[in-house]
């Protein structure tokens, strides 16, 4: 069993920068791939970012390439979501889930945190 829990959500103006956290609970953090996904209102929830067991593959929406920043710390059981030029088109419920199975597919996920508030204002 593993628990996730988000933090790092907030209000933030376009152009800025939000750091998410999620801490895993467990001592085999490192045998999951870990995934960011992201529920705009009235919205489908959605793959964000994923990062492989070591972290040396990241993988990314294209809606967010080349401004997102996925990463982990395996000794800390922590995985981040570093947000640059951030967009009101953005702002949603941000969620880490994890995955023993190497696939970011939304419906195989085996773990979920409860989200946390992301809102970009213009």
């Known amino acids: 069993q593993v628990q996730l829990v988000e933090s790092g959500g907030g209000l933030v103006q376009a152009g800025g920068s939000l750091r998410l956290s999620c801490a895993a609970s467990?001592?085999?953090?490192?045998?999951?791939?870990m995934g960011w996904f992201r529920q705009a209102p009235g919205k489908e929830r959605e793959f964000v970012a994923g990062?492989?067991?070591?972290?040396?593959?990241?993988y990314y929406s294209d809606s967010v390439k080349g401004r997102f920043t996925i990463s982990r710390d395996n000794a800390k059981n922590t995985v981040y979501l570093q947000m640059n030029s951030l967009k009101p088109e953005d702002t949603a419920i941000y969620y880490c889930?994890?995955?023993?199975?190497?696939?970011?597919?939304?419906?195989?996920?085996?773990?979920w945190g409860q989200g946390t508030h992301v809102t970009v204002s213009s």
């Open positions: 889930a994890a995955n023993r199975a190497n696939t970011y597919r939304l419906e195989s996920m085996d773990y």
């Open positions: 467990g001592r085999t953090f490192s045998s999951y791939v």
């Open positions: 990062i492989t067991w070591n972290g040396a593959g990241t």
